[in-house]
């Protein structure tokens, strides 16, 4: 089997640290998507980190996700720890070719390549894949029929915006929709991400999802964690308006030092400007970490920084 690329995620401070200089703590992570401000961490009970999680808190955290994703009737949601547990899972319910149409990350490509199968970026195929919506671009997918065996619709990013969401997907036939706790609400180091579709779509050769995840695949934490946020509507609309003043702020300072709009999410920006690679050093001198991508060197993608991270950006743009 060939070497696969690495997944393709933002990160990587402690590597940029090591060429740019400082601690981890200098730094102002903007390469990834992942909401500045998250979720506040509810009380939690001394045993969820003690004891084994048990089946009624598994069972609040996704009669919770159910209510706030409005999943449809015949539908079925197993939870894991992260959406990325998830993805590398797709290839065991369909062990088949793949289309996932680019550019995007390459996560799901990944997984379906370590498996010996193959990927293209677009025909037919028994799988499709897409990332609605889409990462780094933003785009929007339109609402069709699967016309797969098995059809992923990645909605990591798509909390941002309930109104785009295709969960109501996830009772169709061959359909698997993806959920990820870490991006809007914050807390990606707590590990929660969902699979939604029907009980046959998520039972592939091997066995059902749930089973091939294996006991105890949320910890305890997170589910008590997950079941409060996905329980706090209030704190979701709140969340969302100001996520799109922040990135309307955020255009307007990249555009003033002439980065052009290329999309993007209320999470996550994505600029085209002249030599991506300079800017990202640039602002690295800063200890203010971007997202660049190898197949196309006038990208800059930037998330949104903390409130106490605005002041800092527009310092830096300044040297520019």
């Given at each position: 089997?060939q070497p696969?690329?690495?997944p393709?995620?933002?990160?990587?401070?402690?590597?940029?640290?090591?060429?740019?200089?400082?601690?981890?703590?200098?730094?102002?992570?903007?390469?990834?998507?992942?909401?500045p401000?998250?979720?506040?961490?509810?009380?939690?009970?001394?045993?969820?980190?003690?004891?084994?999680?048990?089946?009624?808190?598994?069972?609040?955290?996704?009669?919770?996700?159910?209510?706030?994703?409005?999943?449809?009737?015949?539908?079925?949601?197993?939870?894991?720890?992260?959406?990325?547990?998830?993805?590398?899972?797709?290839?065991?319910?369909?062990?088949?070719d793949?289309?996932?149409?680019?550019?995007?990350?390459?996560e799901h490509?990944?997984?379906?390549?370590?498996?010996?199968?193959?990927?293209?970026?677009?025909?037919?195929?028994?799988?499709?894949?897409i990332?609605?919506?889409?990462?780094?671009?933003?785009?929007?997918?339109?609402?069709?029929?699967?016309?797969?065996?098995?059809?992923?619709?990645?909605?990591?990013?798509?909390?941002?915006?309930?109104?785009?969401?295709?969960?109501?997907?996830?009772?169709?036939?061959?359909?698997?929709?993806?959920?990820?706790?870490?991006?809007?609400?914050?807390?990606?180091?707590?590990?929660?991400?969902?699979?939604?579709?029907?009980?046959?779509?998520?039972?592939?050769?091997?066995?059902?999802?749930?089973?091939?995840?294996?006991?105890?695949?949320?910890?305890?934490?997170?589910?008590?964690?997950?079941?409060a946020?996905?329980?706090?509507?209030?704190w979701?609309?709140?969340?969302?308006?100001?996520?799109?003043?922040?990135?309307?702020?955020l255009?307007?300072?990249?555009?003033?030092?002439?980065?052009?709009?290329?999309?993007?999410?209320?999470?996550?920006?994505?600029?085209?400007?002249?030599?991506?690679a300079?800017?990202?050093?640039?602002?690295?001198?800063h200890?203010?970490?971007?997202?660049?991508?190898?197949?196309?060197?006038?990208?800059?993608?930037l998330?949104?920084?903390?409130?106490?991270?605005?002041?800092?950006?527009?310092?830096?743009?300044?040297?520019?």
């Amino acid at each position: 089997m060939q070497p696969q690329a690495e997944p393709d995620h933002g990160g990587g401070v402690d590597a940029a640290a090591a060429r740019w200089g400082g601690a981890r703590a200098d730094w102002l992570d903007l390469s990834t998507g992942i909401n500045p401000e998250p979720y506040p961490l509810p009380p939690l009970p001394a045993d969820c980190w003690t004891a084994l999680p048990d089946r009624a808190a598994m069972a609040r955290l996704l009669a919770a996700a159910r209510q706030f994703w409005q999943v449809p009737a015949g539908a079925e949601i197993v939870a894991a720890a992260g959406a990325s547990a998830l993805i590398a899972r797709m290839p065991a319910l369909c062990p088949a070719d793949a289309v996932i149409a680019g550019p995007t990350y390459n996560e799901h490509a990944r997984a379906f390549r370590l498996a010996g199968l193959q990927v293209a970026d677009s025909g037919m195929a028994p799988v499709k894949v897409i990332v609605h919506p889409n990462n780094p671009d933003g785009r929007l997918w339109p609402l069709t029929e699967a016309g797969s065996r098995l059809t992923v619709i990645d909605e990591s990013f798509c909390d941002v915006m309930p109104e785009a969401s295709q969960i109501a997907r996830a009772a169709d036939p061959g359909v698997v929709v993806l959920k990820s706790f870490g991006k809007f609400w914050g807390l990606a180091g707590l590990r929660l991400g969902f699979a939604i579709g029907r009980r046959e779509t998520l039972t592939g050769p091997a066995g059902h999802l749930a089973d091939l995840l294996g006991p105890w695949c949320v910890s305890g934490p997170a589910l008590e964690t997950g079941a409060a946020a996905l329980a706090d509507p209030g704190w979701a609309v709140a969340t969302r308006a100001r996520l799109v003043q922040d990135a309307a702020r955020l255009d307007a300072l990249m555009q003033t030092r002439g980065a052009q709009l290329q999309g993007g999410t209320p999470l996550f920006r994505l600029y085209a400007v002249t030599e991506a690679a300079a800017w990202q050093q640039a602002l690295a001198r800063h200890r203010i970490w971007t997202r660049i991508f190898p197949y196309a060197p006038g990208w800059l993608r930037l998330g949104l920084p903390p409130a106490d991270g605005w002041a800092r950006l527009e310092t830096a743009l300044e040297d520019l």
